[in-house]
């Protein structure tokens, strides 16, 4: 019993639920008798522990950890994984500006090694655009959608990817 968000790290973001002792003490749900786990606290490999506690249904993992219901431990352990993403997506935000503001100064001074530098950013766009416009398309962006974030018209963005996507 876990929940994943994949790819972030080393040890990326594993969650799962300790169950809270008695004596204040915490070991994993799974290694817990249905006496023993009657508060849990969603976990995660990354160190997080949710500030709050919830109470265990005895014997039953599904109702305990509670997927898809508001105010369980894996309702937490998501709201954390969500804050994980949008931290993410920042510091991709930011990395793309720091490529911009060296390459734009580098132009000139350095030519070859914006050549080289911008050539494999190249190869990374061919790579991932049509993946990301196949898989918006199919989460059904419109057109619309896709040319606003990619600070281009509707037309422009559907002439420039059509050939990804179905
Ligand atoms: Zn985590």
């Not at 009657?38 to 490999?45: E, Q």
């Amino acid at each position: 019993m876990s929940w994943v968000l994949e790819g972030f790290g080393l040890y990326g973001h594993e969650g799962t639920m300790a169950a809270l002792l008695e004596d204040g003490s915490e070991i994993p749900y799974a290694e817990a008798g249905p006496r023993e786990a009657t508060r849990v606290r969603a976990v995660c490999s990354c160190g997080w522990r949710d500030v709050e506690d919830h109470p265990a249904v005895p014997g039953d993992l599904r109702a305990t950890e509670g997927r898809g219901s508001d105010d369980t431990p894996h309702a937490a352990w998501e709201a954390h994984a969500a804050g994980v993403l949008l931290e993410s997506l920042s510091e991709l935000d930011e990395a793309v500006r720091t490529v911009d503001w060296y390459l734009d100064r580098l132009a000139d001074s350095r030519p070859m090694v914006t050549l080289a530098a911008a050539s494999r950013l190249e190869a990374m766009i061919q790579r991932v655009l049509p993946r990301a416009a196949a898989r918006a398309r199919m989460q059904d962006a419109t057109w619309e959608d896709i040319g606003r974030v990619m600070g281009r018209s509707r037309q422009a963005a559907h002439q420039r990817l059509r050939k990804y996507t179905a």
